[in-house]
């Protein structure tokens, strides 16, 4: 009765926002070699209609403990902040183990090289970037926009939405509990504690890093808050206005809320999409 009753609510969502944007769907973003066996990461785009040029455009990258998920899970997401004006790109990038996480961000990194090169083909403004990801997608987004070797200048991104991320400070983390080859963690973070460092994008946290929105599940895993509280310590000499946005919810909730147009979470960002927009 509880999955009937979700699947009407899902059903009467996609009813709502299903003729507010078009899609365009496995458009190619990553040029270099990818592992044998593995298809070629594509991405999606959401774009308003009736939309004016110079609309700003959010990448939103899926989580999955860094060896699952896919890009289609979330075109509810896509459509819903596509009606808010906004145009959403949504990536699939290779998953462990058969990519590491220095690849998997070197991909995320040609997502958004791909998006300032295009945006202006679907009426975006490339000035107007900001990135967000759940769960091991907030990693990845960040760690991309904020370590320098993955060639983006973080001036070039007006802002990163981090929602209930993992892997915030992974060198902490697995100091404490050692990768091993379950959840494949050996295969992504491999057993190098300066890849564990260089994965925390904790550590490179400056005075150029873009303006951060933070939501963090009370009720989510206790790594996860702890990595939040951790960045947020060390966050704070740099952006003291920064105060997480604590919701009463688990982990995955913190992103199924985004597949319902109703969500207060679509004014928030929209909010502080137009603060960092100008």
Known sequence: MRYFF??????????????SSTKITGQPYFTAPIPQETATPKLNIFVPKNIKFDAPVLIFVHGGNWNSGKRSTYNLLGRNFAKKGIITVIPDYTLSPAANYNEMTEQIAAVIKWTQAHSKEYKGNAKHIFISGHSAGGQLGALAVMNSKYGIDPKTVSGIILNDAAGLDMESYLTKIPPTKENDYLATWTANPENWKDA???????KNTPPLLIYVGKKTYTSIKEGNANFLKALQPFQPEVSPIYLNKKHIPMV??????????????SDFIKKNSN
Not at 8 to 13: K, N, R, S, Y
Not at 256 to 269: A, L, M, N, T
């Open 6 to 19: 979700y699947l009407l609510i899902v059903t009467f969502a996609l009813t709502i926002v299903g003729c």
């Open 200 to 206: 925390s994008p904790i550590y490179f946290i400056d």
């Open 256 to 269: 199924v809320q985004y597949f319902f147009p109703w969500s207060h979470r679509f004014d928030e960002i």
